[in-house]
């Protein structure tokens, strides 16, 4: 086996092995987060008895290798190449998409892609992937998953703001997201934010935010303000775990900002569930 092909097996292996455990197995920052809404909730509440209901279902799901959400995702990867990581002949997106492939049939995922917008026939195994790929120093491979489920991804936004938005601006735009979404996505939810660049560069690090740990705030000073403001505003919606009230409607929000054009500010919102999956590894 050449050295290129014999990469292509072991990203291919990696993914599959990646998909199978973030569908499986609860972020261990995510369930710390549900353990500690659930302690903050008011005890006989609805919204207690429901919060232990999902930790209750990680739990079963993690033991009996099963899927934590019937939606087991669109699949995004995100893949890091090392400059010296000696690809040579190595074809990388198909290398992702074997992986994904293997991982819903061997873990028995539903498969939920359809290759035309329009047609909507079912590609049968939930290919092909959202990949995106970019390049660092080194000479690793690093792969992280994200199975999205849709019913939080469709309550996502994408808002052109004003330049001169203030602080405050930003983050009631962000709370109007949640507002929004009310109980339909699944909540408690976690945001990821995409603030500045153009576009389609907002929606991308709002997608690679959720793949931060919880609680791990922007170095940034000023972002790390409007992460806890959001976060304030949104849990005083009152809205709660799955829309039974309370003082948890959203367990974590991560910023990810880039420079931007001088005349304008986009800001995406990519709402994701109390069910935030991902794990990450290296070739």
Known sequence: MKKGQAIEKRIELLVSELFIKANNELRPDV???LRTAY???KKGSPSRGMLRVLLENASIARRESMPICQDTGMAAVFVRIGIGAGL???DIRGAVTRGVARAYDKGMFRKSVVGDPVIRKNTGDNTPAAIHIEFS???KIHISVMPKGFGSENK???IM???TAAPDDIADACVSVVRSAGPDACP??????GLGGTMEMSALMAKKALLRPLGKRNPKRHLAAIERTVMEKSNALGVGVMGLGGRTTVLGVN???GPTHIAGLPLAVNLSCHALRSASGVV
């Open 31 to 33: 369930l710390s987060a």
């Open 39 to 41: 302690n903050r909730e």
């Open 88 to 90: 040579s002949g190595a």
């Open 137 to 139: 120093p080194g000479k």
């Open 156 to 158: 996502s936004k994408l």
């Open 161 to 163: 703001l004003d330049p």
């Open 188 to 193: 408690p939810y976690v945001l990821g934010v």
């Open 255 to 257: 910023i990810e900002a």
